[in-house]
């Protein structure tokens, strides 16, 4: 099984289920069964394009075309299988992409002058031939060409995704000198664009289609000789001036450059390693021969690592140049923005006018305010007046209420003491059972207990004096 056909059916559209209808005569599909017919005309197409892009199908030449179908007599035989043969309706589905251009023949893709995304608005012979089938007058439509005409076809779609990576990796320079170089130099930068370590290699006829894609129907960039410059991203399209070119060629001197550098350093160790073994074999002439070589090599990589550095040197001035420039007219702008807004401004005298006038509306608005306060600060003060007026007086009434309240306790308890008093004298002189005693003895003990009496009664009389003092220290 080719590596073609191993691709093909393992593609999901290519089920086992699928494949008899995919490799049968499917054209009278289109009026008893439509939809299956699109489906196969639309399976077809698509794994067409898939296995171009990945290189897989047979050419004539040498090259490995990525963005154009070679249709060639050995196109059916790898598509063939041993169930069900070639696939007899492959040739309604390369028409019917060429029908809607998806697969434009490559002559005519080269020579057309406008872009391919260019559609009349009206096209009058297709309106007549829909009038003509609506009315049964014109043709059914049912006769479809199943001849697989041999011819290179450009896969559009395949264009439009290289198209995009390109345009995508070219935004991503800040810099003018990032968007213009050779057309050789786009040539070796796809490398590293698409990936050429993963198999991906666009042929010579690829990049023609390409550049012819990006120049003329995306608009992408312009062409001048061999010099090509992108736009900047969201900016149009600028022509390319001396400066581009000379720009364009210095990059790709410098890239020439360092290609021989990598050349003469391979050079340069497989000639060390050539000498190296000869002097271990002890042949002197090799050995000889091989140093001087490098010698000679190793002066021409110095020769070239100069000019390199004379060639990048030149072209930092000029990027530099470059870059002053822009600098300058933008500097520029924004000299006549500013002129502009300041005469509009009425310049500086009417600025100190305005400045004055909103300082003396300020200070005008300050005193105005001050005034409308001043009522306001004269009924604050009288009310504070007020408010403390009232509070000395409730603090004067509570005052006066405790010390009645002392007062009446200081009474009770006099005459409570005096109570008291009363009952122990009473008790002096009264006795359940009176005693004998004699007449002095009785005259004796009333003077004791009288004079018991006299001192506590002096002792509570000094109590109450103390608690008066106490109340009269008190703030009124």
């Not at 439509?141 to 697989?148: A, I, P």
């Not at 001087?292 to 001035?317: G, P, R, W």
């Amino acid at each position: 099984m080719s590596e073609l056909l191993s691709f093909i059916l393992d593609q999901e559209d290519f089920r086992k289920a699928r494949l008899p209808s995919l490799y049968s005569d499917f054209a009278p599909l289109q009026t008893v069964n439509p939809d299956g017919y699109t489906a196969n005309i639309t399976a077809w197409k698509s794994v067409l394009s898939k296995a171009t892009y990945r290189g897989l199908i047979p050419s004539t030449t040498s090259s490995t075309d990525r963005l154009i179908l070679p249709i060639t007599p050995s196109l059916l035989p790898s598509l063939s299988t041993k169930e069900y043969g070639a696939p007899t309706g492959l040739g309604c589905a390369v028409n019917d992409g060429v029908a809607t251009e998806e697969l434009i023949p490559l002559k005519n893709f080269l020579s057309k002058e406008g872009s391919i995304y260019y559609k009349p608005w009206v096209d009058p012979w297709k309106v007549l031939s829909w009038g003509l089938r609506q009315a049964g007058l014109g043709g059914t439509g049912t006769t479809v060409s199943t001849k697989l005409v041999n011819g290179e076809m450009v896969v559009i779609k395949n264009v439009e995704q290289v198209s995009q990576k390109v345009i995508g990796a070219i935004a991503r320079g800040t810099r003018d000198i990032d968007r213009v170089m050779t057309l050789e130099t786009l040539e070796h930068e796809l490398g590293r664009i698409l990936g050429e370590k993963e198999g991906l290699k666009l042929s010579e006829k690829d990049f023609k289609v390409l550049v012819k894609h990006l120049t003329r129907d995306l608009g992408e960039a312009g062409l001048q000789g061999k010099t090509i410059k992108f736009k900047a991203s969201e900016s149009a399209l600028t022509p390319i001036t001396e400066s581009d070119i000379t720009m364009a060629q210095l990059k790709h001197l410098i890239l020439t450059q360092n290609l021989k550098i990598d050349v003469l350093s391979s050079k340069i160790s497989a000639l060390t390693s050539k000498a190296k073994k000869a002097a271990e074999e002890r042949n002197k002439i090799t050995a000889l021969s091989a140093l001087k070589s490098k010698k000679l090599t190793e002066q021409h990589l110095q020769s070239v690592t100069d000019s390199l550095s004379s060639l990048e040197n030149v072209l930092v001035k000029i990027e530099q140049a470059a870059d002053n420039i822009g600098l300058i007219d933008t500097l520029e702008q924004g000299s006549k923005v500013l002129a502009k807004l300041n005469k509009e401004t009425g310049g500086i005298e009417r600025v100190d006018k305005i400045m004055d006038e909103l300082q003396e509306q300020m200070d005008e608005t300050d005193e105005m305010t001050k005034i409308m306060a001043e009522p306001g600060q004269i009924k604050l003060a009288e009310l504070e007046e007020d408010v403390q007026d009232e509070f000395e007086a409730l603090f004067k009434e509570e005052a006066e209420k405790q010390k009645k309240a002392d007062e009446e306790a200081k009474r009770e308890k006099e005459e409570e003491e005096a109570k008291l008093l009363a009952a122990k004298l009473a008790g002096l002189t009264v006795a359940d059972t009176p005693p004998v005693i004699r007449e002095g003895e009785v005259a004796d003990k009333g003077k004791t207990a009288e004079a018991a009496a006299t001192r506590e009664i002096a002792d509570m009389k000094e109590a109450d004096k103390r608690r008066d003092e106490q109340s009269e220290a008190l703030p009124a």
